[in-house]
Nanobody
Framework: QVRLVESGGGLVQPGGSLRLSCTAS????????WAWYRQTPGKERELIAR???????NYADSVKGRFTISRDAAENTAYLQMNSLTPEDTAVYYC???????????????WGQGTQVTVSA
């Protein structure tokens, strides 16, 4: 059984930085892509960053130049470095992984439990 566990959220002042981590555990054959989403009350979950196994990067315009997604393939972990945070970045942040649990199996999507990021003075 695959599980994604996030960490690193919390309270930060405007202009500050945080780094989120997301580690996949369990039966993992390969990971195709990692992504980070965020969601605020009453709004849909928003894709903000994605990285593929080949290193292709995609960012939402709202975070481009401030956030950086990366991964450690050996550790089955993805990171989201968030700099120059503003109150508008306050949200619950979720990681997602597209992965294949066992060779020959179909790939599937897994989500982390979410971690709260609050940007406030």
């Amino acid at each position: 059984q695959v599980r994604l566990v996030e960490s690193g959220g919390g309270l930060v002042q405007p202009g500050g930085s945080l780094r989120l981590s997301c580690t996949a555990s369990g039966s993992i054959w390969s990971i195709t892509a990692w992504a980070w989403y965020r969601q605020t009350p009453g709004k849909e979950r928003e894709l903000i960053a994605r990285i593929t196994s080949g290193g292709t990067l995609n960012y939402a315009d709202s975070v481009k130049g401030r956030f950086t997604i990366s991964r450690d393939a050996a550790e089955n972990t993805a990171y989201l470095q968030m700099n120059s945070l503003t109150p508008e970045d306050t949200a619950v942040y979720y990681c997602k992984s597209d992965l294949t649990p066992r060779t020959g199996w179909a790939p599937a999507t897994y989500w982390g439990q979410g971690t709260q990021v609050t940007v406030s003075a």
